[in-house]
């Protein structure tokens, strides 16, 4: 471990903070209120360091035997909180704590922006104390984004989207909130925030494409991709790559609104989840295309359930087929499978008659010899068994597929 503790140190942004929020389905609203409560104002020290308050108490219940014995003797750890003063930099009395234990003294620190407990690095997304201290290091960005992981896991989401200020901050800090007004200090927060207007977000969905295989509809277009080389221009990154818990959020987001052609809550964006978001992207104004970017989130936690058109949720069967190939073909199967069936019951009935007849006979004979002992009246039975099954799966499936087509779940 790094312990001189810098990093980058980036700072974060508003376009952080709106895109963090999206996380929950929060707007940048009231990340800022939680931020102006809960956060420390900065991330960072003057060092570049991650802010950190060393917890001598939490040290003692994460060490044991000579461990714990050895901290208590260097005045690093102590049973209950408050038997003596912190000091005014944490940092020295963190490092002679790994020398220690390394693993115990990082999870003995709250760090960072929201002060988030060592301890709690799991909660916060991360599957070592380690890897979090690295990561806040970095950026500022990762110290909310931690925040926000530590109050989904704590269930405390519903609260803050639904500005239940007490029940947020009970959640977060505890039975005593009221002492030091939390809840009151959020909700004035939040309402010096919303007469202040949001940062806006362009659009990331796409990267912009290569000079090289870019393709221009007109003359015009042409030139001014000309135009755009000879001054120099580049390609746009491409966005980053989206996260899984974000993936998983989105899609049961568009469940939520109606959209059920997403399928699965995966966290991966295959064929039915690309068709779900570029259906929400065309009925709600958005470019088109299957990517998840800022504008899209925000869509998301604006938009109203979907509305289905009556005529989709009205169509007959045989409309549905022509629309869907899936049920044209249970039907196609199922009609095949009841003349099967029929014809095979018909055959069994009547096998003594069609004995007699000299044509029919001639038909049935290379069944019946290659039978052996068994009866041709079993085989059509036989026959028939399997043609009925057959009937039952593709009308079932016809239905099932009919039933998603009216309900939206297959487009």
Do not use: C
């Not at 959640?171 to 939040?190: I, V």
């Not at 990267?207 to 007109?218: D, G, N, W």
């Not at 989130?297 to 022509?322: D, G």
């Amino acid at each position: 471990m790094n312990k001189t503790f810098k990093g980058a140190a980036k700072r974060i942004t508003d376009r952080d903070i709106a895109r963090i929020g999206a996380m929950i389905g929060v707007g940048e609203d009231e990340m800022h209120a939680f931020m102006d409560v809960e956060a420390a104002g900065s991330g960072f020290d003057r060092y570049g360091r991650p802010k950190l308050l060393f917890e001598p108490h939490v040290l003692y219940r994460n060490l044991a035997g000579a461990k714990r014995t050895a901290a208590v003797r260097a005045g690093l750890a102590y049973a209950k909180w408050g038997a003596k003063p912190y000091p005014k930099d944490s940092y020295p009395r963190l490092v002679a704590a790994m020398e220690i234990d390394e693993t115990a003294a990082l999870k003995s620190a709250s760090w960072g922006l929201t002060q988030i407990l060592g301890e709690n690095f799991k909660a916060a997304g991360f599957a070592t104390v380690q890897a979090m201290v690295q990561a806040f290091m970095a950026d500022e960005a990762a110290h909310l984004e931690a925040a926000v992981r530590f109050i989904k896991a704590n269930k405390l989401d519903d609260e803050l989207r639904d500005h239940n200020w007490a029940g947020f901050a009970r959640g977060y800090n505890g039975p005593g909130y009221k002492k030091n007004r939390y809840d009151s200090k959020l909700a004035a927060a939040f309402a010096k925030w919303q007469k202040i207007r949001d940062t806006p977000l362009p659009p990331r969905d796409a990267p912009t494409p290569k000079p090289a295989t870019k393709k221009v509809p007109s003359v015009v277009a042409a030139e001014e991709l000309a135009a755009e080389l000879a001054a120099g221009a580049t390609p746009e990154p491409a966005a980053p790559a989206v996260d899984k818990e974000t993936i998983e959020r989105v899609q049961q987001q568009l469940k939520g609104l109606g959209y059920t052609e997403v399928g699965g809550v995966d966290g991966r964006i295959g064929t039915l989840t690309s068709t779900a978001l570029r259906a929400f992207r065309a009925e709600n104004g958005l470019p088109e295309g299957d990517g998840i970017d800022d504008a899209l989130l925000l869509s998301l936690q604006k938009a109203k359930p979907r509305v289905l058109a009556p005529a989709r949720s009205e169509a007959p069967p045989e409309i549905v087929r022509e629309k869907v190939p899936e049920v044209r073909t249970n039907w196609l199967t199922k009609v095949g499978a009841f003349f099967t069936t029929i014809a095979a019951l018909i055959g069994s009935f009547f096998d003594g008659i069609l004995g007699n007849l000299d044509e029919a006979s001639g038909v049935m004979q290379p069944v019946k010899d290659a039978a052996g002992d068994v009866p041709g009246w079993m085989w059509m039975l036989a026959i028939a068994v399997v043609a009925g099954g057959l009937f039952l799966i593709a009308r079932h499936g016809e239905a099932k597929g009919v039933e998603a087509f009216k309900t939206g779940a297959r487009r």
